[in-house]
Every structure is written in structure tokens, then in C-alpha cells.
């Protein structure tokens, strides 16, 4: 359940309409709703309320400050994968210790950085990676407590873009080598093994390969206990899909992976720990765009909008689908007809839905993405020269910009021509 319902007419965000944000910032731009992002975070706090656990928002789903407040604010922790993400979990007053480093290259520079700000551990993905951490500790006369992200080979049955469990995949250490891997852990001397680490993938949408995966990490931390290794943290990663489709997709809730992590690895005597990302700020955000013309083509038209694959790439990239709603309610019963959904950038990848139904719109009438508060903004590009687009947070009857549409001059004036030219 998401705060962006029709009221009057219209669409609102909790208690705000679209039309009215629309006026004050422009199209296009990102809307979210403080209240749904809370109420997603805390479906997480019930699922995991028996066990000892912290939930490390995947920030990078959606990193502006004001979420990373909101999150820290709910007492969350946050995963980062860089030391940009790391800058601003702390810029938004996450402490150190409830911050998490994942990643697969990490950099000495971000070990080190991280290590000189606080940070509760890292999720180590390589034997290069265990030296060169364990390197620069000691350098800096301290201790990294780290996980080492094992490879389950679980196929997690998700858009192969985003599959990260299957061996061919270039994440974590193969869970058959991770003993081995381990031994050399526990022989370095800047390094402190706290636990184990896996993610397999992301838009999961059967909790199937959970419970695989998850059985694994179980068996593991035996082995590793007996190997005389403390396994005291497991990090079960992210991944919990979605519904993209609201008319026939219905995705496992939040209690029933809460299920699976309690049958699977709760009776281990383990801190859990969860990277959940797309869940938490997926359906806490729209893109709204206006309709810039309806052109009639051969035998089919085009809804060619304001905003375009730069703002929101998923379509493009993954195939995925959005809802796409008007912001006026049409009247129930009004003829819908087919129509492509475009953007105006110069590549036809630019579609974010084709021959889909629409009611009859026509310029300047708005238009709302759902589910796209993850991986929109995070991933939006000044591609064709078009600057980011707003993102704006509401708060009941309450809204901010909070990162505001840059000018032309901005953008402009990040590029510098050399003298010599
Ligand atoms: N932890 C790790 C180590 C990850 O790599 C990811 C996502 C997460 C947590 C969070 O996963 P989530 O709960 O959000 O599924 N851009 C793609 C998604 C890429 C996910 C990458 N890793 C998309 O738009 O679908």
C-alpha cells in the first residue's frame, strides 16, 4: 500500500496534489511520500521483530539526504557501495557503526576513509580485497570488521541484469571456497571476522531461492564455527521485489520472507542483518510528466512526454514495466485506446511503454510513473543535455524540493574549455 490515491478528482501524494507540486516546480519531476517509505521500513521491523536484527537500507535505491534522514531518523542502518554513498549516509547523520560497505571493488581510498569515519563492517567479495583491507587497517593502527560475501550459486529467477547469486556472476567468493577463504581472513592481521554476507539478486518475486541461499549460509555457519571462526552477524542482503503490475502482481510480503530468515538461519544465535532497497523506496515514488504532443503515426500513436529514458532508465535498461496514470481521474467507463509511451530523446529506446491503454490525453495533461522511487532518480543522466529532474518529498499536507532542477547555466558551466583551445 502506497499514500498516492485519487481524492476529488486527483491525484494526490498523502494530502497534496500532484497538479498543485506540478504549478510550483514544473515537470518533470520525482514525488515522494515520507509516510509510505516509513510504513515500508517498519513491514521490515515486524518481519524481523522477534529476532536481533538491523535493517541497512540499500541507499543506493534512492540517496538523497532527506531519505537517508528519514531512514536514520526511523533508526535504520544503510548499506553503501561507494565512498560518495559513504559521504552521504554520514552527511544525513548515520553513524558510523550503523553503516554497512558492500561492494565488489572496493578502493583502498574508500577502506580508508571508511575506516577513519566509523564503520560497523565490510562485506568483504574477494581474497585481493581481504590483503588490501587488512593492509590498510594496519597502516592506520586499526581492526576491519568484515562478513565475506559468499556466491551461493542460487538463481534467483530475476532479470539477468540484476541476478548476482549464480557462479557465473561476478559477485562474492564461491560458497565452496569460502572456508578457505576464511581460514585466510582470520590469519590477517587487520581483520576482524564478525560474520557472513549474501545477496543473490534483486527484484526476487518467489521467496524460493531465499530459502536456498539462505539454507546454505546455515550449513556454513557450522562449518565456520566448528572451523573455529565467530559467526555472530549474518547479512542476508536485499532484494524483496515489488509489484510493478498492481493488476496481477502480488509479490511475497515482507512477514513471509521474515518467515523464511527465521526457519532457515534463527535459530543460529545470529545478528540479522537486510539490505532492502527497492522495497522500502520503490513504491514511495512517482515520476510526473506532462504530455508534450499525440502524434498519430502509422497505425499507431505515440504519447510523446516530457520526460524520457535519461530521468527514468529502467524501461530502457531492464524492460520493466510501470503503471503509467493519469493525474486526472478519468471517468470511470471513458474508451481507453492503445498508445506507445515516449520520451524526446533521439534514440528509440527511449519507450517506456508500448500499446499500452490509456484514456484520451492530449498536451500539457499529466501523467504519473508509479513504483519509482528506487533506481529513478539514482540512476537518471543529464543524457541529450537535459538537466536531473526535481525530486520533491511530501509529508502530509506538507512538501519540499528536495533537490532542486539545476539551471542550464549549472550544467553548463561544469564543463571548462581549456585555455589552449
Ligand atoms: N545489497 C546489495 C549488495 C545489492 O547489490 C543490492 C542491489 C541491494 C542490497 C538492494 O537490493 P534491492 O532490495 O533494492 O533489490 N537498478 C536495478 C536494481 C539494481 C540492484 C543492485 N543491487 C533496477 O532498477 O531494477
Known amino acids: 500500500m502506497d499514500h498516492f490515491l485519487y481524492r476529488d478528482g486527483q491525484l494526490h501524494a498523502e494530502d497534496v496534489a500532484i497538479s498543485d507540486i506540478a504549478r510550483a516546480v514544473g515537470t518533470p519531476f520525482y514525488v515522494y511520500s515520507a509516510a509510505t517509505f516509513r510504513r515500508h521500513y517498519r513491514l521490515f521491523e515486524e518481519a524481523l521483530a522477534d529476532m536481533d536484527h538491523l535493517i541497512c537500507y540499500a541507499m543506493k ?59 560497523r563492517q565490510f562485506n568483504v567479495e574477494s581474497e585481493p580485497e581481504l590483503i588490501a583491507l587488512s593492509q590498510i587497517a594496519t597502516s592506520l593502527g586499526k581492526t576491519a570488521p568484515i562478513t ?46 564478525i560474520g557472513i554476507d549474501v545477496h543473490i539478486g534483486s527484484q526476487l518475486t518467489d521467496l524460493t531461492p531465499y530459502e536456498a541461499a539462505f539454507t546454505k549460509v546455515a550449513e556454513l555457519t557450522h562449518q565456520l564455527r566448528s572451523d573455529g ?35 532457515t538461519v534463527g535459530d543460529l544465535g545470529c545478528e540479522i542483518e537486510i539490505e532492502p532497497g527497492r522495497l522500502i523506496a520503490g513504491n514511495a515514488g512517482l515520476m510526473v510528466s506532462s504530455v508534450i504532443y499525440l502524434k498519430h503515426g502509422e497505425g499507431r500513436d505515440f504519447l510523446i512526454l516530457d520526460a524520457a529514458m535519461n530521468d527514468l532508465i529502467r524501461p530502457a535498461m531492464y524492460e520493466a514495466h510501470h503503471d503509467i496514470i493519469p493525474v486526472a481521474e478519468p471517468s470511470p467507463g471513458i474508451e481507453q485506446s492503445l498508445v506507445d509511451i515516449v520520451g524526446p530523446v533521439c534514440e528509440s529506446g527511449d519507450t517506456f511503454a508500448r500499446q499500452r491503454h490509456m484514456p484520451p490525453l492530449g498536451a500539457d495533461d499529466l501523467v504519473a510513473f508509479r513504483s519509482a522511487g528506487a533506481y529513478g532518480a539514482a540512476m537518471a543522466s543529464e543524457y541529450n543535455a537535459r538537466p536531473l529532474i526535481p525530486e520533491v518529498l511530501v509529508q502530509g499536507d506538507q512538501f519540499a524540493v528536495i533537490r532542486r532542477r539545476p539551471t542550464f547555466d549549472e550544467m553548463i558551466n561544469r564543463d571548462t574549455v581549456p585555455e589552449w583551445l
Do not use: C, W
Open 148 to 193: 565475506i560475501r559468499v556466491n551461493p550459486d542460487v538463481d534467483a529467477k530475476t532479470h539477468a541484469k540484476i541476478a548476482t547469486g549464480k557462479s557465473e556472476n561476478k559477485f562474492g567468493i564461491p560458497i565452496a571456497k569460502a572456508r578457505e577463504a576464511y581460514r585466510q581472513a582470520a590469519a590477517l592481521p587487520g581483520i576482524e571476522v
Open 229 to 263: 571462526h565467530t559467526i555472530k552477524r549474518l547479512d542476508l542482503g536485499g532484494g524483496l521485489g515489488i509489484p510493478y503490475a498492481r493488476s496481477n502482481e502480488a509479490p511475497p510480503l515482507p512477514l513471509e520472507y521474515g518467515d523464511v530468515i527465521r526457519r
Open 61 to 119: 535505491a534512492n540517496g538523497n539526504l532527506a531519505i537517508l534522514k528519514l531512514m536514520a531518523d526511523l533508526g535504520a542502518g544503510i548499506d553503501v557501495v561507494s565512498g560518495g554513498e559513504y559521504a552521504k549516509a554520514r552527511a544525513a547523520g548515520v553513524p558510523g557503526d550503523r553503516i554497512v560497505f558492500s561492494g565488489v571493488g572496493k578502493t583502498r581510498e574508500e577502506m580508508q576513509m571508511a575506516l577513519n569515519g566509523g564503520i
